[in-house]
């Protein structure tokens, strides 16, 4: 059982820069997988970054490749997400996320965090 808690969520101004974090209880963080999601108003939750268990490979859908970080700290159970040069379109609830396994790529996330919210003024 994992249980995830995210923090670091705000506003900013664009082009400004946010870190969040998600801090995982569970014996299990350190074999997990972990990813980030967001959903915006009126749309569906979208993937953002993902991490594998190590910190060796990670995954970023295009549009905040170059922008946007994910790293772990297994031993802090911690995975954050540096976001820089932030845009209005990245306004959303963030979601942190973790795997049932280590299986890379993550086929299926198994437990989620309560989300916060991250808004980008123009």
């Known amino acids: 059982q994992v249980q995830l808690l995210e923090s670091g969520g705000g506003w900013v101004q664009a082009g400004g820069s946010l870190r969040l974090s998600c801090a995982a209880s569970?014996?299990?963080?350190?074999?997990?997988?972990m990813g980030w999601f967001r959903q915006a108003p009126g749309k569906e939750r979208e993937f953002v970054t993902a991490?594998?268990?190590?910190?060796?490979?990670?995954d970023y859908v295009d549009s905040v490749k170059g922008r946007f970080t994910i790293s772990r700290d297994n031993a802090k159970n911690t995975v954050y997400l540096q976001m820089n040069s932030l845009k209005p379109e990245d306004t959303a609830v963030y979601y942190c996320?973790?795997?049932?396994?280590?299986?890379?790529?993550?086929?299926?996330?198994?437990?989620w965090g309560q989300g916060t919210q991250v808004t980008v003024s123009s």
């Open positions: 569970g014996r299990t963080f350190g074999s997990a997988g």
């Open positions: 991490i594998n268990w190590s910190g060796g490979s990670t």
């Open positions: 996320a973790a795997s049932r396994g280590s299986r890379w790529p993550i086929i299926e996330y198994g437990y």
